[in-house]
């Protein structure tokens, strides 16, 4: 069995948790708390059960002030030193204030060792479009560093959008896990593109999870309507050299059959999303689709871990 990289897979700082006003995981199931706490022993040994070689974690969502992002990250830092063969980090970044973010991100690389960042699809509401959040890209960009755009919860500005002729709380789960978490992060990379984002920085690159956000299915649709948008790079040259495309949390065949129909193999990642999914479930799930046949041969071993070693200049250790 080949070792495994994964690269969508969390924490929750103590940091954090002292000073979130709103605690987004208290209708969770304990052990998920515990192990979204856990940085050592209990993560190493459900590393071990999935044949998991190397973690790349990230904090989970929540929009921060730079010192709450800080006190994480050196969180993070700390407990990837007691483990550096077996996890890596992405920083968590101030969204919010993005000239900070900028400055985090670089100490985070340069003096952290972290592989990139992960932030949130959208700050209060606020997407990455607009140009007073590019510094942050072009810091990544200059950095070669990649930031991976992962699903958060819905402002309170969106979330008359999701409700209905139902109770609010399943107007939450279509928000956020239920649909919107993965048709706004599609739409986020979207409108990166019709912003022009990609023509200032065509190097940039940016990791999405959940087999794609929906936009394999469409891209098709997508490339022919985005061709109108007067930008100077195509939307398929961009989905082909600047994005790059996770599992996390998606363990069946049908997307992922489509998502090879439509992206490299050398540009899919496997992930598991840990710990709301576990290492076993993804395990199981890669050899569901070893028997199947849809990735074979050489393009497993990228698939499991060599795309990955890539993208982030890691290594992956046999265990």
């Known amino acids: 069995m080949f070792p495994f990289i994964t690269l969508e897979e969390h924490y929750v700082s103590v940091k954090a948790r002292e000073t979130d006003t709103v605690d987004d995981y208290a209708s969770f199931p304990q052990h998920i708390v515990t192990k979204l706490k856990s940085l050592g022993d209990e993560r190493i040994q459900d590393l071990n059960k999935g044949n ?9 969502p929540g929009t921060r002030s730079p010192t709450v992002c800080s006190a994480a990250n050196d969180e993070l830092a700390a407990a990837i030193s007691k483990n550096p063969t077996r996890m890596a980090g992405f920083a968590t ?3 919010k204030e993005p000239e900070e973010a900028a400055k985090e ?3 985070c690389v340069r003096d952290l060792a972290f592989v990139g960042a992960l932030v949130d699809n959208h700050a209060d509401g606020q997407f990455y479009d607009d140009e007073r959040f590019w510094t942050v890209f072009e810091k990544a960009n200059k950095l070669d560093a990649p930031i991976s755009i992962h699903p958060t919860y819905a402002a309170d ?3 008359e959008h999701y409700k209905g002729n139902y109770d609010d709380a399943i107007a939450v789960a279509l928000s ?3 649909w919107g978490w993965h048709a706004d992060t599609g739409l986020h990379i979207l409108k990166l593109f019709a912003s022009g984002l990609f023509d200032h920085f065509p190097q940039l690159k940016i990791v999405i999870g959940h087999m794609g956000e929906l936009l394999p299915f469409q ?3 997508v490339i022919a309507i985005a ?3 007067g930008k100077k790079r195509g939307f398929r040259e961009v989905w ?3 994005i790059w495309i996770t599992t996390s949390g998606m363990f069946a065949l049908a997307p992922l059959a489509c998502l090879l129909q439509t992206t490299s193999i050398d540009r899919v990642l496997y992930s598991v999303d840990y710990p709301f999914s576990s290492n076993e479930k993804g395990l199981d799930f890669f050899k569901e689709i070893e028997k199947s046949g849809l990735i074979a041969g050489e393009d497993l071993e990228k698939f499991a871990f060599r795309n990955a070693q890539d993208l982030l200049r890691v290594k992956a250790q046999a265990l």
Do not use: T
């Open 52 to 60: 998991v070689s190397l973690q790349v974690i990230s904090h989970s």
């Open 93 to 95: 970044l101030p969204m």
């Open 105 to 107: 991100l670089e100490r």
């Open 157 to 159: 500005s969106m979330m």
């Open 176 to 178: 956020a896990y239920g």
């Open 219 to 221: 891209l098709e649709r």
């Open 227 to 229: 061709d109108r948008f």
């Open 240 to 242: 082909n050299k600047n």
